[in-house]
């Protein structure tokens, strides 16, 4: 192509043919037909977020997760779930962000289509004009030539019965001669009437064409930097999709600080205390009290029963 401009590259040196403007049609639904797509994976993405968010926040409300913990842990684990929760509250903003931007991008074609659809109404019907006139023309051109051969036999017939004695039959050929040469002016002025007329449409045509070229190649424009800023913002908003739920993991990193259990009470606040020192060993002499009281217990407990079931 040695231009780059579309009213420069889509014409064709046949008169009837719409090559070039279907060109440029096919190429816009190509275009119209991606939007399309694109809007569409953005609202399929859309749906993935919300579902995955959905189900994050499900999961940070509902299910338990070390519930019976205490203090700083416990602390961590309640910083971990909120961050859970802040987490999924950012896939399901950023679903709403892409239908957001699905909803322009269906806006812009349907804007685009209503403009498109104007000059292509023209362009059909100067398409459909031209075509007529060529027909006519055509059918003007056939009726000259038939004029042209009828005039050519009616001077034949006169040159063939230049020896006939006959007048009134000479004078019929003469007639006949003079009928076929007024014919074949009718008819060629009609001819160059059409002829005239075709140019005019012609010319009405590459003009048309000429603003359909600029009108279609100034949205083809426009479309490219519509949808490439529409790609652009797109991957800025997973971008700080990113940012955000990396820095959620970083609150969570900076509530559980690294430590060692220490042994003072204050660190184990929260737990039922039952005392500090274990039981120790009992020597033998140290049983003999222990077993007396045992064995005193045991009798007194014998006596009441005895008691209780003689009053029985």
């Not at 779930?81 to 699905?102: F, G, M, P, T, Y």
């Not at 009928?179 to 005239?196: C, G």
Request: proline share 3%; charged share 30%; glycine share 2%.
């Amino acid at each position: 192509m040695t231009r780059s401009l579309f009213k420069g590259n889509f014409w064709s040196a046949d008169i009837l043919s719409t090559i070039g403007y279907d060109n440029i049609i096919q190429h816009l639904n190509n275009g119209r037909k991606n939007c399309k797509e694109f809007e569409d994976f953005l609202k399929e993405r859309a749906a993935i977020e919300e579902r995955y968010g959905k189900d994050l926040l499900s999961l940070s409300r509902k299910k338990p997760c070390g519930q019976s913990e205490i203090n700083t842990l416990k602390r961590a684990l309640e910083v971990f779930k909120q961050q859970v929760d802040n987490v999924a509250q950012c896939h399901i903003q950023l679903a709403q962000s892409l239908r957001e931007e699905a909803k322009k991008m269906e806006e812009f074609r349907e804007k685009q289509k209503l403009q498109r659809k104007k000059t292509e109404l023209v362009m059909d019907a100067i398409h459909k004009q031209k075509s007529l006139q060529f027909k006519k023309t055509m059918d003007a051109k056939k009726n000259y030539e038939q004029k042209c051969r009828d005039k050519d036999e009616a001077e034949q017939a006169v040159n063939r019965s230049a020896n006939l004695v006959n007048p009134k039959q000479q004078e019929k050929l003469f007639v006949k001669l003079a009928t076929s040469k007024t014919a074949v002016e009718d008819s060629d002025k009609a001819y160059m009437l059409h002829i005239s007329t075709l140019d005019k449409v012609r010319e009405e045509w590459q003009s048309e064409h000429i603003k359909a070229c600029e009108a279609f190649e100034a949205q083809e424009c426009e479309r490219i930097n519509f949808f490439r800023n529409a790609l652009w913002l797109h991957v800025n908003q997973l971008s700080q999709q990113c940012v955000t739920s990396d820095e959620h993991p970083s609150c969570m990193r900076i509530s559980t600080p690294p430590r060692r259990m220490q042994s003072q009470p204050g660190r184990l606040q929260g737990l039922t205390w039952q005392g500090e020192d274990p039981p120790q060993f009992l020597k033998a002499h140290q049983m003999i009290p222990i077993t007396l009281w045992l064995m005193t217990t045991v009798c007194s407990i014998s006596k009441i029963n005895e008691t209780r079931a003689f009053s029985g």
